[in-house]
C-alpha cells in the first residue's frame, strides 16, 4: 500500500519536474524571442534612422546642386545676353567698317582716277615740253647755221677765203664732207656724224651730188634722209625741203613696208633702205670756216 502510494508520489513529482522544465524553457524561449525582436526593431529603428539622415544629405546635396545650377544657369543667361550684346555690336562694327571699306573703295577709285589723270597730265606736258624743247633746239640749230652761212657770206664778200675743215674733211662750196667707213646702221652713221660735230650730209644739188659720187663708197654710204616720222614725208637732216632728188628708178618704193632711211648708192642713185641695214660707208657734212 505504502508503497504503491510512494510510487505514485514519485510520478507526480517527476511530471512536476518536467512541466517545470518545459515552463522554464518556454520562458527562456519568450525571453530570447523577445530579445531579438528588440534587437531585430532596434536594427531597423538605426537603419530608419540612417535612411532619414542620408536621405536629408540627399536633399541638402540636391538643393545645393539645384541652387548651383540655378546660379550657373543664371550665369549662362547673362553670358548669353552679354554675347549677344557684343555680337550686336560686332555686327554693328562689321557693318560700320564695310561701310567705311566701301567709301574707301570709292575714294580709292577717284584717288587712282585723279592719280592717272595726272599722270596723263604730266606725261602731256613732259612730251610737250620735250617736243617745244625739240623743236626750239632746232629752231636755234638752223638760227646758228644761218647766221654761221651769213658770217661766211659776209666774209667771203670781204675777200676772205670760208673753205676750212678740220683733218680728214673735204672742202666744197663753203661746206665740209667726212666719208666715214666702217658697217653701221642708219642711227649709228648719225652719231658718228655727230661726235665728228657734223650731220650726215644733206644734198641740195647736181653739183654736190657729182661731188659726192666720186668720193662716196661705192658699195652704198648713208645719208641725211629719211621718211620715218610721216610715211612718204622725207625729210633731210638739216630740217631744209627736198629740194633736188636723185632717185633710183622705181624709188622709193617702201618695200616690204619699213624702207624709211635712204642711202647713196655707188652710182650716186638714192634708194630707200631698212634703218636697220648695215652699210660699209657714210658721208657727214657741215659748214667751213673762214
Known amino acids: 500500500m505504502e508503497e504503491s502510494s510512494y510510487s505514485e508520489f514519485s510520478k507526480l513529482s517527476r511530471r512536476r519536474r518536467q512541466c517545470c522544465g518545459r515552463g522554464t524553457l518556454l520562458g527562456l524561449l519568450g525571453l530570447v524571442t523577445t530579445a531579438l525582436w528588440a534587437g531585430l526593431l532596434t536594427l531597423l529603428l538605426l ?99 644761218e647766221v654761221a652761212k651769213l658770217w661766211i657770206e659776209l666774209r667771203t664778200s670781204n675777200g676772205s677765203t670760208c673753205n676750212t675743215c678740220p683733218e680728214q674733211w673735204v672742202s666744197f ?24 660735230q657734223g650731220r650726215l650730209v644733206s644734198i641740195h644739188s647736181q653739183e654736190e651730188q657729182d661731188f659726192l659720187t666720186k668720193r662716196a663708197n661705192k658699195k652704198g654710204s648713208w645719208i641725211g634722209l629719211r621718211d620715218l616720222n610721216i610715211e ?11 629740194d633736188y632728188s636723185n632717185w633710183q628708178p622705181g624709188e622709193p618704193n617702201n618695200e616690204g613696208e619699213g624702207e624709211d632711211c635712204v642711202m647713196m648708192q655707188g652710182s650716186g642713185r638714192w634708194n630707200d633702205a631698212f634703218c636697220l641695214s648695215r652699210l660699209d660707208g657714210w658721208v657727214c657734212d657741215r659748214l667751213a670756216t673762214c
Open 232 to 242: 612718204g614725208e622725207f625729210v633731210w637732216m638739216d630740217e631744209n625741203p627736198l
Open 47 to 145: 537603419w530608419h534612422w540612417e535612411t532619414v539622415q542620408k536621405l536629408k544629405q540627399l536633399e541638402e546635396a540636391a538643393a545645393r546642386n539645384v541652387s548651383q545650377v540655378s546660379k550657373d544657369l543664371e550665369r549662362h543667361k547673362g553670358d548669353e545676353m552679354t554675347q549677344k550684346a557684343q555680337a550686336a555690336k560686332m555686327s554693328q562694327n562689321m557693318e560700320k567698317i564695310q561701310a567705311e571699306q566701301k567709301t574707301m573703295k570709292s575714294q580709292d577709285s577717284e584717288l587712282s582716277q585723279n592719280l592717272k589723270g595726272l599722270r596723263e597730265d604730266l606725261s602731256n606736258l613732259h612730251s610737250q615740253g620735250f617736243n617745244e624743247r625739240h623743236t626750239a633746239l632746232r629752231a636755234l640749230g638752223r638760227l646758228q647755221e
Open 173 to 196: 662750196q663753203k661746206k665740209c664732207y667726212y666719208f666715214g667707213e666702217g658697217p653701221k646702221k642708219w642711227i649709228e652713221a648719225r652719231f658718228a656724224c655727230s661726235k665728228l
